[in-house]
């Protein structure tokens, strides 16, 4: 599970847990925003190789 998982600098991290409060402010549910953007960060990173 944790071995595509990409390695985030603060600033990643906190501009993740921001669109993740933003998702859920506008309705959707903590474990659809945590994975669509656990998703974004994954296809992010691997188009970046």
Do not use: C, D, W
């Amino acid at each position: 599970m944790f071995l595509k998982t990409p390695i985030l600098n603060y600033q990643q991290q906190k501009e993740a847990v921001n669109r993740i409060h933003k998702l859920i402010a506008n309705g959707m549910s903590s474990k659809e925003a945590i994975t669509l953007v656990a998703k974004e960060i994954r296809i992010k990173y691997t188009t970046k190789k």
